[in-house]
């Protein structure tokens, strides 16, 4: 069976909106599907850890798991297939993130909001994104605020 990148940010929404732990500490229900939970889980790791060989290691289990394999098409494009339907989905998920880390070395992450546990793509310029989104970024500002006026009163 044909398999074709799942598109990055998908794979995002994906382990936002199905992933337990995102859900968990953001008090939300996953959306209904125990399958694509159980592939956002196996995802959210790949994007939480700050260890370039553990990421590399996750995701090359992730691709061997799914047995994708490489083809060339009739017109010799780059194409890939699974033998296993049911790998279809993980082998697309695995696909993307193998791509965009090839080309765009630790841009991923976890955002770095302690009420949050969403996963981003960071496409910044400089390459230091922290936040999920904008949400995120302005709590965890107003927090480290007050946090530092509490202490200049100490
Ligand atoms: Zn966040």
């Known amino acids: 069976m044909r398999v074709t990148d799942m598109d990055i940010a998908e794979v995002v929404a994906l382990v936002n909106e199905w992933g337990t732990e995102p859900c968990r500490v953001d008090g939300r229900a996953p959306r ?3 399958e694509l939970t159980a592939l956002a889980d196996e995802l959210h790791p790949i994007f939480a850890t700050t260890d370039p060989t553990t990421r590399a290691r996750l995701v090359t289990t992730l691709l061997q798991v799914t047995d994708v394999r490489p083809e060339l098409a009739p017109d010799l494009a780059e194409s890939w297939t699974v033998q296993d339907p049911a790998q279809a989905g993980r082998a697309a998920a695995a696909l993307a993130l193998r791509h965009h880390l ?6 991923l992450g ?6 949050c546990a969403d996963v981003y793509v960071d496409a910044s310029p400089a390459g230091k994104r922290r936040f999920c989104c904008l949400t995120c970024q302005n709590r965890a500002r107003a927090a480290a605020f007050r946090r530092r006026r509490a202490q200049n009163r100490a």
């Open 32 to 34: 209904p599907g125990p």
């Open 102 to 107: 090839a080309e765009y070395p630790g841009r």
């Open 110 to 115: 976890l955002c770095a909001d302690d009420q």
